[in-house]
Structure formats: C-alpha cells, structure tokens
C-alpha cells in the first residue's frame, strides 16, 4: 500500500540555522500539507500546495517558511531562520480528494 | 473558538472493556467531512474513518464503530472489547466546504490507556 515517506525521522539544528524537511507525498495524489504538532499538544495546520501554489496557509506559516515542490516526487518545507519554538513534529500529508494520509513524521529540535 | 473539541483529555480502561471518544465539532458550513485518526506511541498518525456530512449512517469496522449525530454536532468513536494495542491518542478533525484540498481543524487528542 502506498505511503507518505519523510526524511529525515529526527533534525537537530541550532537556532537560527536554516532547515529543509523533505517529503515523498504518494504518487496520484494531488493535495500537499504540512502540519506541526508540539509535544504533547494538537497537530496543526501550516500550509496546503495544489498545481505547484500554496492553496492556504495558517498564521504560523510567516516569513521564515516556504514550500516547494522542486520535482514531480518531492514536497518540501523549509524554515529559514530556525527558533526554540520551532522545535516539534512536522507531519506532510497528501490526498487525492477529501482524506489526507500522513507520513510518519520528522521530528525537530531546535537547540 | 474550537471547531473540534474533545473534553477527553485522558481515559484509562481494562482490557476487553468498551469505551467511547467523544468529539464535538463546530462549523456553519452545511459541507464538511469529520475524520478519526490513530496516534500510536510511534508518532505517526493513522486514518480511521471518514464521514460526510451528508451521511449520517452509523458505521461498524470489526470492533470499531462511529455515531455521527448532526443535531448535537458530535462524532463519536466506541472501540468494543477494548484490546491493549488500542493504546494510542485519538484525535477527531473536521474539514469544512466541499472543496477538497481543504485543511484539516484537529482537536486536542484523548489519550486511551488499556491496562492489561
């Protein structure tokens, strides 16, 4: 059965550093997400992508956030300038319609 | 305001006894899908169910089942004889319109232990 892969599982990074968290979404889908879940807290809501533009995006996707889909297999977010609060679980997800399937995670710490 | 509400935080049942999640939900769009997902101690999140809101059809999944009751805006999930591998966090979200690609409003979670 198809799944969301994402690399990598666990990012350590300094504050202010620059990071890019990598996502392989299943392949005939057409929907993307990024969502964020603080430990012990809801999962979130960042940014959704469909035909290569962000659909909608919440409060916390500011300036130091952007995604990308650079090929026809990859979704990526990246966080320019990293802060302590930056540090939580960062989940993709894709969906051909109404469901979204996520991918496991990549867990970031930000010292 | 919460679209998604779980006053749940915590429930802790012995194995082989039923429990049921609450979920209350909150949207003035007559369009919306609810959802139920899985969050093992892994970390991942795994998909349940999917209802709309045209569709009020109770639903059974081996010893799972779900009562979607519009008029009280709720969306329950009761896990039958409950098994120690349903520890998990549950969390209940909801996707408003009819347009896909919409995001997804979670609720806080309920945390389920199954004590041996």
């Known amino acids: 059965e198809p799944e969301v892969t994402q690399t990598p599982s666990h990012q350590v990074t300094q504050m202010g550093q620059e990071v890019i968290l990598r996502c392989v979404p299943i392949?005939?889908?057409?929907?993307f997400y990024w969502y964020r879940q603080i430990l012990g807290q809801k999962v979130e809501f960042l940014v959704s992508f469909y035909n290569n533009e962000i659909s909608e995006k919440s409060e916390i996707f500011d300036d130091q956030f952007s995604v990308e889909r650079p090929d026809g297999s990859n979704f990526t977010l990246k966080i320019r300038s990293t802060k302590l609060e930056d540090s939580a679980m960062y989940f993709c997800?894709?969906?051909?319609?109404?469901?979204?399937?996520f991918g496991p995670g990549t867990r970031l710490t930000v010292l | 305001a919460q679209k998604v509400t779980q006053a749940q935080t915590e429930i802790s049942v012995v194995e082989k006894e039923d429990v049921t999640l609450d979920c209350v939900y909150e949207?003035?769009?007559?369009?919306?899908?609810l959802f139920w997902y899985k969050q093992p101690p892994s970390g991942e999140l795994v998909f349940l169910i999917r209802?709309?809101?045209?569709?009020?059809q109770n639903e059974i999944s081996g010893r799972y089942s779900w009562n979607f009751q519009k008029s009280t805006s709720s969306f329950n999930f009761t896990i039958t004889a409950s098994q120690v591998v349903d520890s998990a966090v549950y969390f209940c979200a909801l996707s408003e319109g009819s347009n896909t690609g919409n995001q997804f409003y979670f609720g806080t979670g309920t945390s389920l232990t199954v004590i041996p």
């Open positions: 949207t003035r769009d007559t369009t919306y899908y």
């Open positions: 997800a894709s969906s051909p319609r109404a469901t979204q399937y």
């Open positions: 209802r709309n809101s045209f569709d009020e």
């Open positions: 392949s005939n889908h057409l929907y």
